[in-house]
């Protein structure tokens, strides 16, 4: 049984960049080994595009590295370096949302999967990644 979709407000460090998202209380959160997210230490959910919001003039601070296969578009504040949000490979009809940066008070629970970036396509075929950016 799916949980009624919450409002979830964050952004980067600095604030220039805003969003709004909505998703369940309890998420299902990815760490991924991939030599990006690797070097960051990220952790993120993802949700269908259409309930990411960006804010104000946040895209005014956003850039956008890609590299290998330049499916994904790794997105962070001009200003700060912080990625807050960015559109990944495994589903590029959706939003990965970087759990740290989402305001406290409104993510109840956060289940982290492992998603084995090194191995790809292993991984993607694997774990169901894909249905997450699904409406």
């Known amino acids: 049984m799916e949980s ?3 409002l979830h407000e964050g952004g ?4 220039k960049i805003k969003w709004r998202v909505k998703a369940s ?3 299902v ?3 991924c080994n991939c030599t990006d997210c690797s070097m960051r230490g990220n952790v ?4 269908p595009s ?3 919001e ?8 956003i850039t956008t590295y890609t590299f290998g296969t330049h499916t994904a578009k790794h997105t962070f504040c001009k200003v700060c370096g912080i990625t807050s949000f960015y559109i990944p490979r495994s589903n590029p009809d959706g939003v990965a949302v970087t759990v740290k940066c989402v305001k406290s008070g409104t993510l109840d629970h956060v289940e982290v999967k492992s998603y084995d970036g ?5 991984s993607h075929k694997k774990t169901g990644i894909a249905s997450f950016s699904k409406e």
């Open 25 to 27: 209380t309890s998420v």
């Open 44 to 47: 993120h959910f993802i949700v």
């Open 50 to 52: 259409s309930n990411f």
């Open 54 to 61: 960006l804010l104000d003039d946040s895209s005014d601070f």
């Open 118 to 122: 090194q191995n790809w396509e292993m």
């Open 4 to 6: 009624e979709l919450t």
């Open 12 to 15: 980067c460090h600095c604030g």
């Open 29 to 31: 959160a990815w760490s």
